[in-house]
């Protein structure tokens, strides 16, 4: 598939889980992708898997939470087509369990990080007439889910800061849109239930599981699908809007 054929679509967050899924999945559509990942050995790993498919791939060391790592990295790259907002972190608790310091590190990352990529990547775009961008917000932009405060307050964002840019920039040739999963199966999940549910976790694993009306949790590679689509041509008309891709969850709520 050659959809982004002379395309260069930059992917934060691509070194595991659904980052890494589209940025394979994006290589295989013809992309050439820049990896931007905190994990150096996680984004080469990722680049090298790339390059040994025959795509073409680059990685650069980024901290999103950081304006002027964000800055350095995008300044390093000649034109940017697509850009996708997927780094962030999760977070467990309710108002009154999440401390300060909590609340300032998912905003810090899952909020002020996107707000970065894309206060460094819309001038380009809107300089050369055109470009796609992608953010990655979540189910709990819309739901209210039990114990997820502070990460529903940064998806929330997400969601708003999609239709803001999309708005003012529909004129320039930019289009905004955002993917909003349920829960999805991902090293990071995987390691939390490893670490909070040891004792039962194929109990909670199979719990995770049912949420979904459809009978699983998604794979990192369902969303990278809908990724591909929404920052190709064959999705040209469409910008502003939120996709739910849940396992048919926003149906029962």
Known sequence: ???????????????????????????????????????????????????????????????????????AAIDSIERIDILVNNAAV???????????????RVYRINVKGVYHCLHAVVPGMKEQGSG????MASIVSKLGIH?????????????T????????YVQHGIRCNCICPARIRTP??????DEHYA??????LAELSEYQPIGRMGKPEDIAGLAVFLCSDDASFITGSAYDIDGGVTLLR
């Open 1 to 71: 598939m050659n959809l982004f054929e002379g395309k260069r679509a930059v992917i934060t967050g691509g070194g595991s889980g659904i980052g890494k899924a589209m940025a394979h999945r994006f290589a295989q559509s013809g992309a050439s992708v820049n990896v931007l990942e905190l994990d150096t050995e996680a984004g080469q790993s990722v680049v090298s898997e790339i390059k040994e498919s025959g795509g073409q791939a680059d990685f650069i060391q980024v901290d999103v939470a950081s304006e002027e790592s964000v800055q």
């Open 90 to 104: 999760s977070s467990i608790g309710n108002v009154e369990a999440i401390t300060p310091e909590e609340m300032d």
């Open 132 to 135: 796609v961008i992608l953010n």
């Open 147 to 159: 114990d997820r405060f502070a990460y529903s307050m940064s998806k929330g964002a997400v969601l």
């Open 161 to 168: 800061m999609t239709l803001s840019v999309a708005r003012d």
């Open 188 to 193: 990071l999940l995987e390691g939390f239930v």
């Open 199 to 204: 004792d039962r976790k194929e109990e909670y």
